[in-house]
């Protein structure tokens, strides 16, 4: 299926490991141009020489997407470097869940510096490059948790929240220039975060991708390129009518819609 994704240009945050890394060979896949960025430009800088090897038109930007004044020089590099933006995927980002007397001051700014101000300063940037082109797309990383708030999830759960009523109040702003915002809730996606985890509980990865999948209905944990699918759709012409929306990819574990 042609998702029309083709020449298009996309900016993603994290775009190195992960579910970024993934959803940029996805949309290389497409045919898209895409430009990422990461903190750690060894990582960042090798996984670029893979992509270029395929014939990938492929920008890389070393920045902190937490910092003030970064996410918008990666956004403005992108637009000089390719001319336009039509996509951006607020990746970046890691889980912090500590019970909520645990969590001080800096913990707190840290997570909402990533999760929150990140996303406002990418989209800050590139909107007024998308209501130009007449349109554009802007899809937000986010977590099932957002919507169902447990116990020990501090500092995570609030940041994710907030980020979900950014994407519906600005889908509503957006709307009349043809810029499309949609928020992606994961659930329990194989990363390099959850192979950390494994190590600090002693098991093997395989142990504790086994013992976490039992916990979801489908019986296994997610793979991060079926993050990036629906990733895809919603950057497609499949999803033009869809707007404000948050799609859960977490195996049904979620109780909420």
């Known amino acids: 299926m042609d998702l029309g994704l083709r020449g298009k240009v996309a900016a993603v945050t994290g775009g190195s490991e992960g579910i970024g890394r993934a959803t940029v060979q996805r949309l290389v896949q497409e045919g898209m141009k895409v430009a990422l960025c990461a903190r750690r430009p060894e990582v960042l800088n ?36 390719f001319g336009r933006i039509d996509i951006v995927v607020n990746n970046a980002g890691a889980t912090g869940q ?60 609030i940041s994710r929240a907030a980020g979900l009523a950014l994407t519906k109040a600005l889908s509503k702003e957006l709307a009349g220039h043809n810029i499309l915002v949609n928020a992606v809730a994961v659930g329990k996606i194989k990363s390099k975060q959850q192979e950390r985890r494994a190590a600090r509980q002693g098991i093997s990865v395989a142990e504790h991708y086994e013992k976490t999948g039992k916990t979801i209905p489908l019986g296994r944990m997610g793979e991060a390129e079926e993050v990036a699918g629906v990733i895809a759709f919603l950057a497609s012409d499949a999803a033009s009518y869809v ?4 799609v859960h990819v977490d195996g049904g574990l979620s109780g909420a819609l």
Do not use: Y
């Open 243 to 246: 707007t404000g929306s948050c």
């Open 46 to 81: 090798a996984f670029v020489e893979e992509l270029r090897k395929t014939g990938a038109d492929v920008l890389a930007v070393v920045a902190d997407a937490a910092k003030p004044g970064e996410p918008e020089r990666f956004i403005e590099e992108t637009v000089r470097h």
């Open 98 to 157: 500590s019970p909520f007397d645990a969590v001080d001051d800096a913990a707190w700014q840290q997570d909402l510096d990533i999760k929150v101000f990140a996303h406002i300063r990418t989209a800050r940037a590139a909107i007024p490059h998308m209501k130009k082109q007449g349109g554009g797309r802007i899809i937000n990383l986010n977590m099932v948790g957002a919507k169902q708030p447990a116990a020990g999830t501090f500092p995570t759960t």
